[in-house]
């Protein structure tokens, strides 16, 4: 997932510093709305975290050396600081 990071970061800079990368069938994005994350989180998140951010951005990388390069669509939530990703992590992943 550290590659997956360093390559989203690299290929959308507006994320910024302080980013997660979701799993394809995460729980943490609402069943019915793949673009937004569950109502729980969201409801958390705007009170413990108010930074977050959630969206699902397009990246492209070899997921292997000697493999094709390929482009998958990501969950991604992104924070304005360190602390609200910090505070994210620790509860929700």
């Given at each position: 997932?550290?590659?997956?990071?360093?390559?989203?970061?690299?290929?959308?800079?507006?994320?910024?510093?302080?980013?997660?990368?979701?799993?394809?069938?995460?729980?943490?994005?609402?069943?019915?709305?793949?673009?937004?994350?569950?109502?729980e989180?969201?409801d958390?998140?705007?009170?413990?975290?108010?930074?977050?951010?959630?969206?699902?951005?397009?990246?492209?990388?070899?997921?292997?050396?000697?493999?094709?390069?390929?482009?998958?669509t990501?969950?991604?939530?992104?924070?304005?600081?360190?602390?609200?990703?910090?505070?994210f992590?620790?509860r929700?992943?």
């Open positions: 997932m550290i590659d997956i990071v360093k390559v989203l970061r690299d290929q959308h800079p507006d994320l910024g510093s302080y980013v997660i990368a979701l799993r394809e069938r995460s729980g943490l994005v609402a069943p019915d709305d793949p673009d937004a994350l569950a109502a989180v969201r958390w998140a705007g009170t413990q975290a108010p930074t977050t951010r959630y969206s699902r951005r397009a990246v492209t990388y070899v997921p292997f050396p000697g493999w094709p390069e390929e482009t998958r990501l969950g991604v939530v992104a924070f304005d600081t360190a602390t609200d990703l910090a505070r992590a620790t929700w992943t």
